[in-house]
C-alpha cells in the first residue's frame, strides 16, 4: 500500500511537493490506466491447398490423405459450411472431427478419400467458409481412375487446323497418351497419315498411370479440305487407338471474289478464316479461290 506524508500547508513550495507526491503515489497503487490490446481476429490456415491420390482402380476407395485446420487468431472461429464441389465432386469424400467452431489455437482434422466412378484424370475442391480472414479456403483434390487390365486413351480425340499454305507446315498441336490400366502399356507404333506429321516422347513402354506428349504438324500437299488419322498401336484391347486430323491447303496464287476484293491481284495471302484471302491491291476481302 503506498504511503502518505504529512506536509505542511503553510508554504506554497510545501503545496506543489505535497501533489506531485500524491500523484505519484495514487498512479503506482492504481497503474498507469493503460488497457491491454484486444486478441487478434479469428484466421483458419490450412495444413495443403491440394491433395494429389495415387491412381486407384475404379470403384475402389483410396487411403484418406489428412488435412489439418487450425485457428491463428485469438478469438473462436465459426465454420458455416464445408462442402466438396467441382466436375467430379462425387468421387471425392471427408469426414472428421471439425464441427461447427474451432476455439483460438485450436485444430481439427479432415479425412478425405477418393473413390474414382470413370477412367482417367478426376478432380474437385473442398470450399470451407468461415468468419476468418480470407474466407472461403479451397482445397483442390485431384486422382487417376484406373482400368484393372491394360489401357491406352488419347486425348484429345480430334484436331483441326484450319488454313495452311500448300508446302508449309504448321505450329505443332499435342495429343497425350495416357495409361489409365493397372498394367504396363507396350507401344508399337504412333504413325500420322499423309499431309500430317507426328513426334513424339513415348518409349516403347508406358507405365500405369503415365502419360507421354504426340506434336502433330499439318503440311498440305494439295489445296482444299484434307483430312488425315493420327493411330497408336499398342497392346491394349481396343487398339490401335485414333485421333481424327482436319485441315484446309491454301493456294498461294488465287483469285479473289466479291466484296471490295475483287478481280485478279498480285499479292493475295491466306486469311485467318477458311477460304477467304486478304488482297493488297485493291484492298479488300473476299473469297479465295485457285487460279
Known sequence: MASFHRVPVNY???LVAAAGTLLLAFLTACGSGTSAPPPPPPALSLTSTSLTFDAVLVGNESSPKVETLTNTGGLELA???MVITGTD???FGQAGACGSSLGAGASCTLNVTFTPKALGQRSASI???SDGAGSPQVISLNGVGLDPGTNATLSPTSLSFGDEIVGSTSPAQS???NNYGATTL???SITASSNFGETNTCN???ASGESCAVNVTFAPGSAGSLNGTLSCVDSAADSPQTVALSGIGVSQNCIP???ACYGRSANCCPAPRGHHSYCSNPTGWGTCVEQ
Do not use: E, F, K, R
Request: proline share 4%.
Open 12 to 14: 506554497p513550495g510545501n
Open 79 to 81: 465454420i458455416n459450411s
Open 89 to 91: 465432386a462425387s468421387d
Open 127 to 129: 470450399t470451407i467458409t
Open 175 to 177: 495429343v497425350m497418351l
Open 186 to 188: 507396350s507401344i508399337t
Open 204 to 206: 516403347s513402354t508406358l
Open 257 to 259: 471474289q466479291g466484296g
